[in-house]
């Protein structure tokens, strides 16, 4: 969230200090919550870049809505080194 505040913050078609339009863009799109993500491994890479409550029950599955099994979250933790 702090992303898309410093985002709206910025004067249009300013940009932020220091970041290129593209990180801009990164930054806003991996600013997301359950409800956003379209993919289990959407879900884990914003579980692992400290979304927490991504994993509510602390059971190791992000985003129950989307990821239904620990094992194919175990499967994405390593393949993106989490």
């Not at 806003?28 to 579980?47: D, L, N, P, Y």
């Amino acid at each position: 969230m702090l992303f898309l505040q410093a985002a709206s913050a910025a004067t249009p078609g300013e940009g932020l200090p220091g970041l290129s339009p593209g990180a801009e863009t990164l930054l806003a799109q991996r600013a997301r919550t359950c409800k956003q993500v379209r993919s289990c491994r959407e879900a884990v890479e914003i579980w692992c870049d400290g979304y927490s409550r991504a994993d509510a029950d602390h059971d190791g599955i992000p985003c129950e809505n989307i990821c239904h099994s620990k094992d194919e979250v175990d499967e994405i933790r390593e393949e993106i080194g989490c």
